[in-house]
């Protein structure tokens, strides 16, 4: 979902008249919901890279095909009930407060050169209050919620997923 986001004109902006990326509609989700339609149906989708609005980055056009199994991820994918109901198995995956910090922490620092100071701003004033109040309450639309802890072992969700995945292909797809 993060190929989604509007130009940097297009989004939104908080109180403090900074740009917000971590609210609903810094997504194209109309365009968002016209490539899901077309890739259950069978028809390929494409979609400019995101490049999260860095003028020094050459965003490529990227191309995702159709298959059996699509799997997609996203922080808004349940708020809009259109693209929520075209899935079929509904995932929501749980982190405890401080370790979805400390990620965030750790990506922003090491993958956009991000200063701490910006990026504890940052996840106060919007990402935490964004995630309260429109990510949080979607986990009621999950048919599986993993927890996702630090040190937390993941390997009986994974089995559970790769089993509704061989089940579903073994049917033939959708």
């Not at 989604?4 to 989700?29: M, Q, S, T, V, W």
């Not at 990227?62 to 991820?73: N, Q, R, S």
């Not at 969700?157 to 292909?169: E, F, G, P, Q």
Request: proline share 6%.
């Amino acid at each position: 979902m993060d190929h989604y986001y509007k130009d940097i004109e297009y989004l939104p902006k908080g109180a403090d008249g900074r740009i917000n990326f971590d609210h609903p509609e810094a997504i194209d989700h109309e365009k968002f919901y016209r490539d899901l339609k077309g890739l259950c149906a069978g028809l390929p989708a494409t979609q400019r890279e995101y490049t999260f609005n860095s003028p020094n980055s050459a965003s490529r056009l990227l191309i995702f095909e159709p298959a059996p199994i699509l799997i997609v991820e996203g922080l808004f994918l349940f708020y809009w009930a259109p693209i929520r109901e075209l899935f079929d198995l509904r995932v929501f995956i749980e982190v405890d407060e401080p370790y979805r910090f400390l990620r965030r922490l750790h990506r922003d620092q090491k993958e956009r050169g991000c200063a701490s100071e910006a990026v504890t701003h940052q996840y106060l004033t919007q990402v935490l209050p964004a995630y309260r109040q429109f990510v949080e309450p979607l986990r009621y639309f999950a048919h599986i919620i993993i927890q996702n802890h630090w040190e937390g072992d993941l390997l009986p969700a994974l089995r559970l997923l790769l089993d509704h995945i061989r089940n579903v292909l073994e049917k033939g797809g959708r």
